[in-house]
């Protein structure tokens, strides 16, 4: 007898101790030094609503939904809302953001009219002047591993959340010292009964154990390594830490290669709302899935998740943590599962790249897969998805053209050069060569709007009416070849007032005007805005210069910021883990640079659309919006550009081939396409048809450019910088005389009612 004593006296001394003593070292070192992964988070802009701000009630819906806001038909909790004809009840979130964010709000908002008629707080009935809903979670940038995680402290959960955990995964959790004697031998019971595993014997503690140190292997190695390792963590930790633990590791769900661990990352990802408001059937939900997330997806297997969530109400009822009416009401509730779960790994890919362009110089990648940081874009989901499906219309509307066919484009707050959406490819999505920072092609004509603005900076010697001569140009070359530029019409128009050369885009006239200019003061102004590769030969005034779609916006984004050098922003700010702001990205605005002569320029540029290379654009039902733009084609059609811009909201398209080959697209047929698609949808504010402050309308005879009567044959009325041209006007007694016996209107003299352009002219 004394035989097997020994026996087992030299197992305990002599293995089990030391080995014990291994694990308690190695649960020690782990614990003690636990920090969980959780990883930077993106997010869009928070969109405001206040009155007068667009707001169409597609855009609302849109942005609700890439926000996660379920429709349940009352909108009264946080994450919800609903709708009756133009009025919407939303309950918003709240935020912590880089402006210190908001509360969650319980309000009205009643559209009308393409804009927000009101928002009034529920709350207390009043009227607010503004309001914002917290941004979409637009990408995630992961450590090494991808793993989605919300760090939550105990004291911060629901007290259903933390007792019905308890009752239905470990009753004895307060009692027992890690593992449960009493369960292992009811389980076993349960077991013997049913002739199968029917019931689980694990304790919560064991389960951290298993998911913070060992494998899902069902060897008797393994199950003791658990039951060793969770005594001596409760041995030394106390219940709360292990607990709140738990809470934080648990796996509950997966999209794609993404893990959802801890529950309050699992109550964004299946409701779309924070763990303090979830409704007692969305706790059990969430409880429910620790048995089984895969197998009990509510997504995937909807009645399996129905049966298992009423099964934990159950649970509650037996345990006095709801009463019989509590879970009547919660079983008779739906799923409430949003549609897609909040966790996006990059959304949009062309976005993003610019966002880490912007940011390198603060935080390189290895702090960023660190984690737990959120960052703040200014990306619009409405506007990024609106410009998406302007490129697929458009190039779909190409037929057999469109195969071929690529795209990019670049959207923009026209007043803070806050970049609002980024297409680099047809393809929404697509991960690969992103075009619309990275493909420098020929701009074309669309460089035409910065030749004229250098020149009226000099307002004593060019206004709009002042005559260019649109002659043939032919000038040798250093390699002794010749230069023979020529309008797109092959047509020269004689002597042209510069508004007609820019709306109808003829190169002639830009390029004589441009030389007169010099082309040294147009380099450096386009030097100015950080071009490197521009060449200061005469071919740079009619679009010899590749540049990228993001390089084409940040010129107009001068123009249309009314002469304001605005950096294009796509960060707004960086946040901690603790909602304090690390990092914001703010840009001053001056007083504005050449303003009389931008604005001269954007009246012209609003003639383009007019009776310009974009008037399609002006006879669609899009011409309340004054848009001022400018089409623009390289050599052989090859690539197809247009920019433009309303009261609000800066635009740049881009068409053509990758391999360069001629695309068979003017600006105006396919550039311009999109751009329409776009604000066919997209709400914003016209531009004035108005000329801007400081400039007046004036009658010019352009041969003169002196005032003139109006009834003068030739005369133009175009704005002027104020007090740049006499008042005195010059009559036009002998040209009337002349009219009274059969004399007529010099064809040499184009006046606002000239012949429309062909759609060939860019």
């Known amino acids: 007898m004394r035989i097997p004593f020994w026996i087992c006296t030299g197992l305990l001394f002599g293995f089990l101790l030391p080995y014990s003593l291994i694990l308690n070292k190695r649960v020690q070192d782990r614990f003690s030094d636990l920090v969980f992964a959780v990883p930077t988070r993106v997010y869009s802009q928070p969109l405001r609503l206040a009155p007068f701000v667009p707001m169409t009630p597609g855009t ?48 009205r908002v009643a559209l009308g009219n393409g804009v927000v008629q009101s928002v009034t707080d529920l709350a207390s009935g009043k009227a607010l002047s503004e309001t914002h809903l917290d941004p979409a979670r637009i990408a995630t940038v992961y450590g090494a591993k991808q793993e989605d995680r919300t760090y939550v402290q105990l004291n911060d959960l629901p007290p259903l959340l933390i007792s019905g955990l308890q009752a239905v995964e470990d009753r004895d959790f307060k009692h027992h010292i890690g593992v449960d004697f009493t369960a292992i031998l009811r389980a076993a019971f349960a077991d013997l009964r049913a002739g199968h595993t029917v019931q689980g014997a694990s304790t919560l503690t064991q389960q951290l154990v298993r998911n913070l140190f060992l494998n899902r292997e069902q060897t008797m190695g393994r199950k003791l390594n658990e039951a060793l390792m969770a005594i001596l963590l409760e041995m030394h930790y106390s219940k709360a830490r292990i607990l709140e633990a738990y809470i934080n590791e648990v796996f509950l769900g997966q999209q794609g290669d993404q893990a959802v661990h801890g529950f309050a990352a699992a109550s964004q990802f299946y409701f779309g709302r924070r763990l303090e408001f979830l409704r007692p059937q969305e706790i059990a939900l969430l409880v429910g899935l620790v048995k089984g997330p895969s197998q009990l997806d509510p997504r995937r297997y909807p009645d399996r998740a129905l049966a298992r969530r009423n099964l934990v109400l159950d649970t509650f009822v037996s345990t006095g943590l709801l009463t019989d009416e509590q879970a009547r009401a919660a079983k008779a509730a739906p799923l409430g599962v949003i549609t897609d779960g909040q966790l996006p790994h990059n959304r949009f890919p062309a976005f993003m790249e610019l966002v880490r362009q912007q940011i390198t110089n603060d935080f390189d990648e290895d702090t960023l897969k660190q984690g737990n940081l959120s960052i703040f874009t200014t990306l619009d989901p ?74 009226l900076t000099n307002p004593e010697r060019w206004n709009l009416a002042t005559q260019l001569d649109d002659s043939p140009v032919s000038m040798k070359q250093p390699d002794g070849s010749w230069w023979t530029p020529h309008n797109d019409d092959n047509q020269s128009h004689g002597m042209v007032p510069m508004v007609d050369a820019l709306a109808n885009s003829w190169n002639l006239a830009t390029i004589h005007l441009g030389l007169a200019v010099g082309l040294p003061r147009i380099k450096a102004f386009l030097d100015s805005f950080g071009l490197t590769d521009v060449q200061p030969g005469p071919s740079l005034l009619i679009g010899a210069v590749d540049l990228a779609p993001i390089q084409v916006t940040q010129l107009y984004q001068y ?74 084609t ?49 709400p914003t504010v016209p531009l004035p048809a108005t000329p801007g402050d400081g400039l007046e309308m004036a009658w010019i005879n352009p041969a003169d450019g002196r005032r003139s009567d109006p009834a003068c044959s030739g005369a133009k009325e175009v704005p002027v910088i104020a007090g740049s041209v006499s008042t005195d006007s010059e009559g036009c007694f002998w040209q009337k005389i002349g009219n009274l016996f059969g004399g007529g209107q010099s064809a040499s003299q184009p006046s606002a009612e000239s012949p429309t352009p062909s759609a060939s002219q860019q």
């Open 382 to 455: 409405a506007t990024q998805l609106y410009t998406e499906q302007a490129i697929d219309s458009a190039v779909k509307s190409l037929g057999k053209r469109g195969d071929d066919t690529q795209s990019a484009a670049v959207v923009t707050d026209s007043k803070t050069g806050s970049v609002l959406a980024v297409v680099g490819s047809k393809i929404p999505g697509d991960q690969g060569f992103n075009r619309a920072l990275d493909a420098r092609r020929p701009i074309g004509s669309t460089i035409k709007p910065f030749v004229y603005l250098v020149a």
């Open 559 to 632: 123009i249309a910021s009314d002469g304001h050098a605005l950096p294009l922003l796509a960060v707004s700010g960086v946040v901690d883990s603790n909602g304090r702001t690390i990092k914001r990205y703010e840009v001053e605005s001056g007083k504005g640079e050449y303003q009389p002569a931008v604005r001269l320029v954007t009246w012209a540029m609003q003639q383009v659309t007019t009776y310009g290379t974009a008037k399609s654009l002006g006879d669609s039902s899009l011409a309340y919006l004054h848009t001022a733009g400018k089409t623009g």
């Open 60 to 107: 609302l819906e849109v942005e609700l939904a890439f926000s996660g806001y379920a429709n349940d038909g009352h909108g009264d909790v946080p994450g919800s809302w609903t709708k009756k004809g133009g009025t919407y009840v939303i309950s918003s979130r709240g935020y912590a953001g880089p402006d210190g964010g908001e509360l969650p709000k319980h309000i």
């Open 634 to 682: 390289s050599n052989d059609l090859r690539d197809s550009w247009f920019a433009g811009f309303t009261g609000d909201r800066l635009a740049v398209f881009w068409m053509g081939r990758d391999d360069n080959k001629p695309s068979h697209l003017w600006g105006s047929t396919g550039a311009l396409r999109a751009w329409q698609e776009l604000f066919r949808k997209l």
